[in-house]
């Protein structure tokens, strides 16, 4: 007896935890409070990964492939969902005496064809749809998360598919199921073929519908705005592509294809969509750097001290500066290390690694003023000559070419273009 007794314990305590069901809220992954899409957007993710055919030597694949189901259905109906949340599974079972969907039903909904992909052969796949979706540098830079909306094919909700109000199908009496009809012809006398034609009772499927479904006017399937999240991490490419498996049109008679989305750099502008107003309309991406042109008076770019605060697409100020004396040329490129675009690594924004920085190019552009003051001319023009006078300019000397350029005179009269005389020496 006490041998017996030690062991019902922990037996007993087994089995209440393999009882007791998962909570649906956890089985999804979602918060309590979560709404609607993202209750869709959990089952559309777990089902693909927990699906059978995607899982053939894994066989707890099935059971977390049926639970993801379960609770779908159990949280996507308001009804059922409240009494979830009152009374818990026991609640549910109550309501539907443990009645459920077959979870490739529920599959095929949300996927097309018959609630099966993989490998299976004569499984026919739906094409591809690609879509081109507009993103802000800045977006590129910070990363962000938004969504969108494109019309896609999907199930009819009111019929479940089926095409039938009633959800009533028959098998078509002209065809007998079959889709096509054997017609017999007499294409010459005395001679007669059997041709094999599309039904025209049931246009080839088999099937018709007594009670057309007034949503999908028995075509089993509507075209309706669909929103789908869509994340930009930090530093992708320009062109990026992000692909959804089997999220393209859906149809009750091939396995929807993938949505392929495109991302591609915007163009820039200052209005509402910019709220933080950063300087991104003035940048320009090439990979993983980035340029900018700085406009310097002809006082900055000959006597130097100025500063200019560039905000990044971020927000974060790089200060450009030069002090007193400090000449830029006009057309010159500074380089700014580690303030281009952050280099995309395909594990995000991670503790296990830094993220790194392209460079950022500053081309200076100096303006001479098109007008002087009289007054502001006559004093510049009196300095230079002063100067011009004691110093005496040789322009030569300044620009660094070789000493002693031979020039030939007959060759400058002979109308050769020899601008480059002094390079060419
Ligand atoms: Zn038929
Ligand atoms: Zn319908």
Redesign the pocket.
């Known amino acids: 007896m006490k041998f017996y007794r030690a062991f019902l314990l922990p037996l007993l305590a087994l089995a209440q935890v393999a009882f007791c069901a998962e909570d649906y809220y956890n089985v999804l992954g979602i918060d309590r409070q979560a709404n609607d899409k993202q209750i869709k957007s959990a089952y559309r993710q777990l089902s693909k990964k927990y699906h059978p055919d995607k899982n053939p030597n894994d066989p707890t694949a099935h059971d977390k492939f049926v639970e993801v189901s379960e609770a779908y259905e159990a949280l996507s109906d308001a009804e059922s969902r409240k009494i979830y949340d009152q009374y818990g599974h026991d609640g549910l079972k109550q309501r539907t005496q443990g009645q459920h969907h077959d979870p490739f039903d529920l599959f095929s909904r949300f996927f097309g064809g018959g609630g099966h992909f993989g490998n299976q052969p004569g499984q026919r796949r739906g094409h591809n749809v690609e879509v081109k979706i507009g993103i802000a540098l800045r977006d590129f830079y910070n990363g962000h998360t938004t969504e969108f909306q494109w019309d896609r094919q999907q199930l009819c909700d009111e019929c479940e598919g089926t095409g039938a109000a009633d959800r009533v199908v028959h098998r ?1 009496g ?2 007998g ?3 096509s ?1 054997l017609v017999r012809s007499q294409f010459a006398p005395g001679m007669i073929t059997q041709v094999q034609m599309q ?1 025209d ?2 246009g ?3 099937k ?1 519908i007594p009670h057309r479904c007034p949503a999908c006017h028995g075509e089993r399937v509507v075209r309706r705005p669909t929103t789908v999240a869509l994340t930009i991490q930090r530093g992708m490419a320009d062109g990026a592509r992000a692909v959804y498996e089997n999220e393209a049109d859906a149809s009750p008679d091939w396995v929807a294809g993938d949505l392929v989305v495109t991302l591609v750099e915007k163009e820039p502008s200052l209005d509402d969509d910019n709220p933080d107003r950063v300087d991104g309309v003035f940048f320009r991406r090439k990979g993983d750097d980035l340029f900018w042109r700085e406009v310097l008076s002809l006082r900055e770019a000959l006597l130097g001290d100025w500063t200019r605060n560039l905000t990044h697409l971020d927000g974060h100020i790089v200060r450009l500066s030069r002090s007193r004396g400090g000449v830029v040329q006009p057309g010159h490129v500074e380089t700014v290390p580690g303030e281009g675009m952050p280099r995309w690594h395909e594990d995000g924004d991670s503790v296990y690694h830094k993220t790194e920085f392209g460079n950022l190019f500053v081309e200076y552009v100096v303006v001479l003023p098109d007008q002087m003051e009289s007054g502001m001319e006559k004093e510049l023009w009196a300095l230079f000559q002063k100067w011009r006078l004691k110093k005496g300019v040789d322009l030569h000397k300044d620009s660094g070419r070789p000493e002693k350029p031979v020039m030939h005179d007959e060759e400058h009269e002979h109308g050769h273009d020899h601008g480059h005389d002094h390079e060419e020496l």
Do not use: V
């Open positions: 078509c002209a065809c199921g079959k889709g009809r039904c009772a049931c080839g499927r088999g018709t």
